[in-house]
DNA sequence: AAATAAAATTAGCCAAGACTAATTTTATTT
DNA sequence: AAATAAAATTAGTCTTGGCTAATTTTATTT
């Protein structure tokens, strides 16, 4: 079954909000994420139920079905295998891939993503730290850990990024973060939860609470040593 | 100035006729094209017109004006980039990319085509031998002279082929015909002006005109030699 | 529990881009 | 030149996927 761009941006938004784990997925919470109106949101689940792409129930709110479920995840597949090869092979920054991959991900063929995958020499994370689903809709589990949420004196690495918007991801390249980056938190101000950090060893820095929840971070760093 | 899908691929069927030398671009020329009514041509022209890519004229029917000649070999230049990247890159038979690259083609980014140009290497030619327009919109002269035309007795390759319809490349690749296979057109037959060929000096084969009008032949071969 | 606020839904409208059917214009024959 | 055929155009319809405004349902306060 194929699906327009409409129904793929739909559904890959509702993924979106299934794997953020909201207990109550809402015709609101959808039209916020998408900047649309409650109202054409309520006439988009009627269509993508109707594909038996998902369920909706005024109680339990919208779910994915087994189809749906794959079906979104071969989408965002599709978005981060493009996302890696335009970084990787022609040259983007990490802030300028996120937009034209949004176009990439909605061509239809068959093999394309998987030949991609292999051409690529089968990337398990996309550019911004985010796992890619597999041809089957598997996934790793994607990092959870913010480096808001540590304590201070831990030692962590940047394993992703949670906003792909351009001016986050501008402000990084400028602090000189990337993925994999060494990240000592030194201090948590408690005025406003502002964060002290060392990068990469260098003298501190003070980002904001918002900054540090959208950075994902794996702490087994030192574990590892 | 940004184009929707339906406005590209207009602009691409009149710029093909353009480069066909059809001396008056009709609205029922563009409909036959497109496979759409003419009806909706007329809306599309006036569209069209109104962003001043063609000019329409009831005597001298659609012209391109030299934004819209200029943006339509962006398109196709998009077109034969990725249909190169889908063959070298990604393995795809000849007869698979056509396809494809239609919905590729539409991507929008402003150094996309640049990027991928310069990571294929400047290709000069795309996998059907058709040239591939430079970033300025110029392109070099399409191949012109056709197999069917040949007198008997000439050897040629293959340069382009005309049709990039799927059945054709696949009864071409059961011929072990490529781009710049040799091919010796060794007789016409007058009855029904079918051609009788060798191809790569191997034992003849005969094959229809219509066949024959759909090879792009380089008869300057044998001179070079 | 009643009042109020928020969310969901319905109804009706709009634009793009296709269509059909009917009409007008232009070309071609006889 | 008149008759006919073909092409172009207009008018009106349909679908997709948005919208606003109004209404109903559900939650939250008081």
Chains 1, 2 share one sequence.
Request: glycine content about 4%.
């Amino acid at each position: 079954m194929i699906h327009t761009l409409s129904e793929e941006n739909y559904l890959k938004c509702i993924y979106r909000l299934y794997l953020d784990k909201v207990r109550k997925i809402t015709p609101t919470a959808i039209a916020d994420m998408l900047g649309n109106n409650p109202a054409s949101v309520v006439d988009m689940i009627r269509k993508l139920s109707d594909k038996t792409l998902i369920t909706y129930d005024k109680k339990k709110g919208v779910e994915l079905t087994v189809i749906g479920l794959k079906d979104a995840a071969l989408i965002v597949r599709r978005h981060r295998l493009w996302e890696v090869f335009l970084l990787e092979k022609l040259g983007y920054d990490w802030d300028e891939i996120h937009d034209i991959a949004e176009e990439l991900e909605h061509i239809k063929d068959s093999t394309l993503a998987d030949r991609l995958d292999k051409f690529l020499g089968f990337p398990e994370y996309d550019p911004h730290g985010d796992p890619i689903p597999q041809a089957n809709g598997k996934m790793a589990k994607p990092y959870s850990l913010t480096l808001a949420e540590l304590k201070p004196s831990t030692i962590c690495r940047v394993a992703a990024v949670r906003d792909t918007n351009s001016d986050f991801l501008q402000y990084l390249l400028k602090l000189d973060i990337g993925i994999g980056t060494p990240i000592k938190l030194v201090e948590i101000i408690t005025f406003d939860n502002s964060l002290v950090i060392s990068i990469n060893g260098k003298e501190n820095t003070t980002v904001s609470q918002k900054f540090g929840q959208n950075i994902l971070v794996d702490d087994s760093f030192s574990e590892d040593a």
